[in-house]
Each structure stands twice: as structure tokens, then as C-alpha cells.
T-cell receptor, first 114, second 113 residues
Framework: GAGVSQSPSNKVTEKGKDVELRCDPI?????LYWYRQSLGQGLEFLIYFQGNSAPDKSGLPSDRFSAERTGGSVSTLTIQRTQQEDSAVYLCASSLTVMNTEAFFGQGTRLTVV | AQTVTQSQPEMSVQEAETVTLSCTYD???????LFWYKQPPSRQMILVIRQEAYKQQNATENRFSVNFQKAAKSFSLKISDSQLGDTAMYFC??????????FGTGTSLTVIP
């Protein structure tokens, strides 16, 4: 695609429910990143993929968070048993390769847990 | 550990004037990349400018330029002839491997007509 696409744009969910956030990277980009941006905060690194592999999962805040990437393209970030502190904007970015270093961002998913 | 610090949470500038946003970082690496990203209300993070640490020449992109001081670990962004469309959050970011980008907490810039 022309840019990084994320869906949904906004999501309101009840505490305790599971949510899935989707990211479609730019076609041909092998590296994909997930970040979390809380109100008034910078970007918190969650996880990155090189192809379908996630070498570094240390940024995931708890075991309720998981992510996968299939076919070297679409990625989903899943949050189980959501809590109010999970409310944030979740940003996805992709780059041509991990070493390319120029990351292109999507518009994010604003998650609100009520 | 890599850290990025932006000490100015909010700034404002008159339209057509010049403003400088500060950023410092901490790393033990010698080769790395620095970036300034702009995030307007649409939430889309847009790359404004980037600098390779091995290049001594400061990067410039039209009205945007940086003052990169490697020894001081400082990477400030200068916006000349500020325009209303420059109103946004600006994030300074760092990476050495491309595996992870480290971001500052951002500076909210308002351009006043």
C-alpha cells in the first residue's frame, strides 16, 4: 500500500475484554515496529519484527500483550483481559529493512478501556 | 542504555519567526542515527529530518535544519519562517541498530498567527 495502515482507528472496549489491533505495513517493508503512546508521554517501544520473527519481545509490558506477523506483512497486536492502564494510542511503523533506519508510521489506534 | 531527553514540553513562536527545539541523548555507541518526527493532531508521525552520526555536516531540509553536536550529545531542530502548519508535537528519536527507536517525550509547538 501507499502507507502504513492501522485498524481500527479508534476502539472502545470494556475492562477485561480482549482486543486485536491490526497493522498493514508498506508493501515490501520487512521490518515492523509497535509503539505505545500514552497521554502526554513519548513513545514506548513494544516489539519489532524482522520478517515474521520477533527477536526482541522485552518491551511488551505484560504477558497479556502478544503480537504476531504472518507472511512478512500484516501484524496484529493482541491485548488480553484489557485494563484501564492499557488506554493509549498504539502506533505501528515499518521500514524497508531493520538497518534501513527510516521508519514510516501509521495513524495509530486509539484504545480506550472503560 | 540509550535515552533521549526533550526538556521543553511546550513552545510557541510567532508566524514567520524562527524557533529552536532542544534534544539531548545519551549513548555509548559511536555510529547511530538521529531523527526529528512531527506529529500533528491527525496522529500521523512524519519524518522531518534525519542525521547520521558519522556525518559532521548538519542536515537541512528546506526550512528545517539541525545543530548536531556529537561531543555534547545534542541534536536541536531549528524551524525557520514558521508556518501555521508547523503546529504539532515534535519528537526527537535515536537508533543505532534500527532494531529499536528511542523517543523523547516530545515538545508541543504552537505557531501563533
Amino acid at each position: 500500500g501507499a502507507g502504513v495502515s492501522q485498524s481500527p482507528s479508534n476502539k472502545v472496549t470494556e475492562k477485561g475484554k480482549d482486543v486485536e489491533l491490526r497493522c498493514d505495513p508498506i508493501s515490501g517493508h520487512t521490518a515492523l515496529y509497535w509503539y505505545r503512546q500514552s497521554l502526554g508521554q513519548g513513545l514506548e517501544f513494544l516489539i519489532y519484527f524482522q520478517g515474521n520473527s520477533a527477536p526482541d519481545k522485552s518491551g511488551l509490558p505484560s504477558d497479556r500483550f502478544s503480537a504476531e506477523r504472518t507472511g512478512g506483512s500484516v501484524s496484529t497486536l493482541t491485548i488480553q483481559r484489557t485494563q484501564q492502564e492499557d488506554s493509549a494510542v498504539y502506533l505501528c511503523a515499518s521500514s524497508l529493512t531493520v538497518m534501513n533506519t527510516e521508519a514510516f508510521f501509521g495513524q495509530g489506534t486509539r484504545l480506550t478501556v472503560v | 542504555a540509550q535515552t533521549v531527553t526533550q526538556s521543553q514540553p511546550e513552545m510557541s513562536v510567532q508566524e514567520a519567526e524562527t524557533v529552536t527545539l532542544s534534544c539531548t541523548y545519551d549513548t555509548s555507541e559511536n555510529n547511530y542515527y538521529l531523527f526529528w518526527y512531527k506529529q500533528p493532531p491527525s496522529r500521523q508521525m512524519i519524518l522531518v529530518i534525519r542525521q547520521e552520526a558519522y556525518k559532521q555536516q548538519n542536515a537541512t531540509e528546506n526550512r528545517f535544519s539541525v545543530n548536531f553536536q556529537k561531543a555534547a550529545k545534542s541534536f536541536s531542530l531549528k524551524i525557520s519562517d514558521s508556518q501555521l502548519g508547523d503546529t504539532a508535537m515534535y519528537f526527537c528519536a535515536f537508533t543505532n541498530t534500527g532494531n529499536q527507536f528511542y523517543f523523547g517525550t516530545g515538545t508541543s509547538l504552537t505557531v501563533i498567527p
